[in-house]
């Protein structure tokens, strides 16, 4: 079954959403965008120079004029999501619907909790310097005590992530730590033995080995993974790919000082 309908409107010139580092050519790109990225969209989404773009450049003047009529009622931000997903006719009835069910997960979870999964999904997409402030906001704010200690471990744990993946492994193992004092897990325990031995620090390794009582079969299997890894990557590794890799880099930093 088909369940999702045909492009209309597509303009010539793009409307840039930072979030995910891509561009929007029409009203059904926009929902597209709306309806797979719920939770990295707020109020501050709909700024008068999305608005404007949708009234001029995708020709949808009545679409337009509901958001505006919204946000001068004061409305939520689930019924600006749910207006333009209804109207922009993208999606059938039967999938408009499901996203009611989503818009009201949403609105059930604390402001630390929307955080999370947006930079969950800044995290997939590869943004890991925008994914680190929204992890780092929600570790400065006073604790939930609605929300279990596994909660802020698993915060740790994915902050630590973003910092491996930036290359930035002492500011990776003392998130791991954090996260280990909370979570418990054996994915954030590892994770601060591999970033010991990624970075060849033998002293700080005797020491997380002692603290956690972390046996020799264990930093063994670890390094064999750590080695295995380093020489697939050797293997594929090439000029081209290290050159793309710094611009998008370079290019996901830029867009950090600029928002």
Not at 241 to 247: H, M, S, V
Request: aromatic share 12%.
């Amino acid at each position: 079954m088909n369940y999702i309908r045909l492009c209309t409107i597509h303009s010539d010139k793009p409307f840039f959403i930072k979030e995910v580092n891509k561009n929007i050519y029409s009203i059904e790109e926009l929902s597209y965008y709306l309806y797979n990225y719920l939770y990295l969209v707020d109020d501050k989404f709909f700024s008068d120079e999305l608005i404007d773009y949708i009234e001029k450049e995708l020709n949808q003047p009545n679409i337009a004029a509901g958001i505006r009529q919204i946000i001068a009622n004061e409305g939520e931000l689930g019924e600006k999501i749910a207006f333009v997903i209804k109207n922009s006719e993208y999606y059938t009835d039967k999938m408009a619907e499901k996203l009611g069910n989503h818009l009201e997960a949403l609105c059930s979870k604390t402001a630390a909790e929307r955080w999370k999964a947006k930079a969950d999904i800044l995290m997939d997409t590869e943004k890991y310097n925008m994914a680190i402030t929204y992890y780092n906001n929600i570790l400065s704010k006073a604790i939930n005590n609605d929300l279990p200690e596994r909660f802020y471990g698993d915060v740790y744990n994915n902050l630590g992530v973003a910092y491996a993946r930036l290359f930035e492994y002492d500011q990776a193992a003392a998130a791991f730590r954090s996260a280990y004092r909370l979570n418990k897990t054996n994915e954030s325990l590892e994770s601060i033995i591999m970033c010991d031995l990624i970075t060849d620090n033998d002293k700080r390794l005797k020491i997380d080995q002692d603290k956690y009582s972390v046996t020799d079969t264990i930093i063994n299997r670890l390094r064999a993974e750590l080695i295995k890894t380093k020489v697939q990557i050797q293997s594929d590794w090439d000029k081209e790919k290290e050159a793309e890799f710094i611009r998008q880099c370079q290019k996901e930093y830029i867009v950090e000082i600029n928002s």
